[in-house]
């Protein structure tokens, strides 16, 4: 047991879904779910969740706030599959039907510490007039049946897209026995040469 703990190393993030840009709407809701590789594994959070409801500000930014708490801690023996987030921007529209108003994707960042991310969103569009007309009428508007295909390469050339409004996230990153396994994800801006020589490098 003591050789396994000591083989694997630990990422703990904690943030928030905190805001959204979408001029064009009134009311939007998020999904957001994490997808990483299959070496990696959450011991404790949620893998997935819902925000609540938010109607757009009515100040000059015009913008959706939520400040949805995030908080899932992760273990791993490499970092191939680091974490990703989806997230899926919903409203409803004339119809009372939820409608997908944008899917953005962002990794967790690299380098303990607090981050922003500005995800930009983007929505699936119908190959034609007609399919979109009667998306439309029906309330059948293009989604991904699994929104977590984006933070994945397959198929994805075959999207017709339109980008739509950006998501802002915010993360408090630390991780855990990563320098142990020969990772150094630390931010630098002076690297130290051996104590032996007493001398410094400015990066």
């Given at each position: 047991m003591a050789?396994?703990?000591?083989?694997?190393f630990l990422l703990m993030v904690a943030g928030q879904i905190e805001s959204a840009e979408f001029p064009?709407?009134?009311e939007?809701?998020?999904?957001?779910?994490?997808?990483y590789g299959q070496d990696w594994v959450?011991?404790?959070?949620?893998?997935?969740?819902?925000?609540q409801i938010t109607k757009k500000s009515q100040d000059e930014r015009r913008i959706f706030v939520w400040n949805f708490?995030?908080?899932v801690t992760w273990k791993s023996t490499n970092p191939h599959g680091w974490p990703q987030i989806v997230v899926s921007a919903y409203g409803i529209d004339a119809f009372g039907h939820d409608v997908a108003r944008g899917y953005g994707a962002c990794h967790i960042p690299l380098t303990p510490g607090r981050h922003k991310s500005r995800v930009a969103?983007?929505?699936?569009?119908s190959t034609s007039k007609l399919q979109k007309f009667t998306s439309w009428v029906l309330g059948r508007r293009p989604e991904y049946v699994d929104p977590r295909v984006i933070a994945q390469g397959e198929g994805?050339?075959?999207?017709?897209?339109?980008?739509?409004?950006?998501?802002?996230?915010s993360f408090n990153v630390v991780n855990k026995d990563m320098k142990k396994l020969g990772y150094d994800v630390t931010a630098h801006d002076v690297s130290i040469l051996p104590e032996s020589t007493g001398a410094a490098l400015t990066a």
């Open positions: 050789a396994s703990g000591g083989s694997v064009e709407f009134d939007i809701f998020c999904k957001y779910s994490f997808v959450i011991t404790s959070g949620l893998e997935e969740g819902l925000t708490p995030l908080d969103m983007f929505v699936p569009e994805r050339e075959v999207t017709r897209v339109r980008s739509q409004g950006h998501v802002t996230l």
